[in-house]
């Protein structure tokens, strides 16, 4: 019975230690405060064009294995399950909060938008003159159009044989030099 108390204390020292640990991370994430750390080098999680991947080993994903082991280890102990059964279970517990816990990051890392144009989403948009362009690339004119959400203002440049003026309805044909929109008079 002794080595059972034992037991019992070190699962509730557990639940306790990580439960405030947990409740620590929520109020410092309420108040703006939050800044997770992996494990290992951050510089190498992070990928510019499509944000932090998967990361099971975080010190948020830690403390929740430790919370929910605790917690389970407890229940299963009050459920008078043997050793070998408490600690499996409160271990599989732990890990499937971990996995829930860094699946849940991730999806939601996926749902923000980087906000930067990238230039070859308005090939075919369509688009109205705001500064006249000339004919025969004789010019850098704007084009008003919306790209990826919002309407935005970007040099443009024409091949055709007319000047494009104020006003005009046109299409986006290509991109020069990453930068310029080429377009020509959108005719119907």
């Known amino acids: 019975m002794e080595c059972a108390t034992g037991f019992t204390k070190v699962y509730w020292a557990i639940a306790i230690t990580f439960s405030l640990f947990f409740l620590l991370q929520n109020v410092i994430s309420a108040f703006g405060g939050e800044a997770d750390h992996t494990m290992g080098d951050a510089d190498a999680a992070i990928d510019h064009d499509h944000g932090i991947g998967f990361q099971f080993f975080t010190v948020k994903n830690l403390v929740g294995f430790f919370t929910i082991f605790g917690w389970v280890g407890l229940a299963c102990i009050n459920a008078e399950l043997s050793t070998a059964a408490i600690v499996g279970i409160s271990f599989i517990c732990g890990l499937l909060m971990m996995v829930l816990m860094a699946s849940l990051f991730y999806f939601i890392s996926k749902l923000t938008e980087s906000g930067t144009l990238k230039m070859q989403n308005a090939v075919g948009i369509i688009g109205e ?53 080429l377009v020509t008079k959108q005719t119907s």
């Open 129 to 181: 003159v705001y500064l006249p362009i000339m004919a025969n690339r004789n010019n850098i004119g704007k084009v008003q159009l919306k790209v990826q959400g919002s309407v935005r203002e970007l040099d443009a440049m024409t091949d055709d044989g007319t000047d494009l003026k104020t006003g005009m309805i046109v299409r986006v044909v290509q991109i020069i030099n990453d930068q310029i929109l």
